[in-house]
């Protein structure tokens, strides 16, 4: 089983992508595949407050930024999978030099391939991505083209997942697919 | 008339074409320097021709009021561009304004609005 999840920030999408991974993996094996490269002592506070989130729920951590698909190398065949978050993994994928700002242009093509190569491999996936597209502002080229880019990423994903969830400040709306909740 | 409306790159012109069966030449795609055309079936990237409004000191909802015969039969393609933060620049916050109260007219005179999530569409009317 595939489940995509996305919505606003702090909506609750992270807590509530654990509480669907504890429920798919039973007494399986659990992984959190860490996507986040911290930058500073804001991205370290929000890293911890993660790390103490989910820290009796028996996930084991795999820190993954790039190549996103060399996790199932790291993990049990039977494991079930947390990607958190889409949005990240693009960012490191897309500007692997925070100094230059260049993105690579294999970036998107390199994330959707590893992407739904676990939702082809993985027993149970879930893949969180953020929703970016509804805002009045002209962004400047570089940030309309990542943001171009996490959507065709997110299409990619809710066609290939069994079940597609919008959380809205922490109410679920299904586009596809349901879970027991 | 049938209205699409949702985020940035989440698919509706794609789901518009396959839906209701248009090809290209059945498509006017809005732009921020011109003004609007109503004779094609199909109306996209509304939202451009609201900025264009607001530079040109136009009122969209008046030319999609007094033109409602053109467009009765299309359908018409809007980003939902009102759902973010209140920007800071003026003409920005009467863009937003405006699309927001042009959507609102046009679903109330919509057949169907659906709004598409990551390619996947919700039916809203």
């Given at each position: 089983m595939n489940v995509f999840i996305s919505g606003?920030?702090?909506?609750?999408?992270?807590?509530?992508?654990?509480?669907?991974?504890?429920?798919?993996?039973?007494?399986?094996?659990?992984?959190?595949?860490?996507?986040?490269?911290?930058?500073?002592?804001e991205d370290r506070k929000r890293i911890a407050l993660h790390i103490s989130d989910r820290a009796d729920l028996g996930f084991t951590t795999l820190e993954t930024a790039r190549d996103?698909?060399?996790?199932?190398?790291?993990?049990?065949?039977?494991?079930?999978?947390?990607?958190?978050s889409v949005t990240a993994l693009l960012l490191n994928e897309m500007f692997p030099d925070t100094h230059s700002g260049n993105a690579d242009e294999h970036a998107l093509q390199r994330c959707i391939d590893g992407l739904l190569k676990i939702t082809e491999n993985a027993e149970n996936a879930v893949f969180v991505s953020d929703y970016i597209y509804s805002d009045a502002i002209r962004y400047d080229s570089f940030t309309e083209n990542y943001r171009k880019s996490l959507a065709a990423i997110d299409k990619a994903l809710a066609k290939a997942c069994d079940t597609v969830?919008?959380?809205?400040?922490?109410?679920?709306i299904f586009h596809k697919g349901r879970i027991e909740l | 008339?049938?209205?699409?409306?949702?985020?940035?790159?989440?698919?509706?012109?794609?789901?518009?074409?396959?839906?209701y069966k248009l090809d290209d030449s059945d498509i006017y795609t809005c732009s921020e320097n011109e003004t609007l055309s109503f004779d094609r079936k199909c109306i996209n990237a509304i939202q451009e021709y609201t900025l264009y409004c607001v530079k040109n000191s136009v009122d969209a909802?008046?030319?999609?009021?007094?033109?409602r015969e053109?467009?009765?039969?299309?359908?018409?393609?809007?980003?939902?561009?009102?759902?973010?933060?209140?920007?800071?620049g003026a003409d920005m916050r009467a863009w937003r304004e405006t699309t927001g109260r042009l959507c609102a007219y046009l679903s109330s005179q919509a057949d169907t609005v659906e709004r598409i999530f990551c390619g996947l569409e919700q039916k809203l009317k």
């Open positions: 606003g920030c702090k909506n609750g999408k992270s807590g509530f992508a654990q509480d669907i991974v504890v429920r798919l993996s039973a007494n399986r094996p659990r992984y959190y595949v860490a996507t986040m490269v911290p930058y500073d002592e996103i698909s060399s996790c199932l190398t790291k993990a049990e065949k039977n494991g079930t999978f947390l990607i958190d969830i919008e959380l809205c400040a922490g109410n679920v | 008339m049938d209205l699409i409306i949702g985020g940035a790159y989440q698919g509706k012109l794609e789901y518009a074409k396959n839906k909802v008046g030319e999609f009021k007094a033109n053109k467009w009765q039969n299309s359908v018409l393609i809007c980003d939902d561009i009102f759902c973010g933060v209140v920007p800071l």
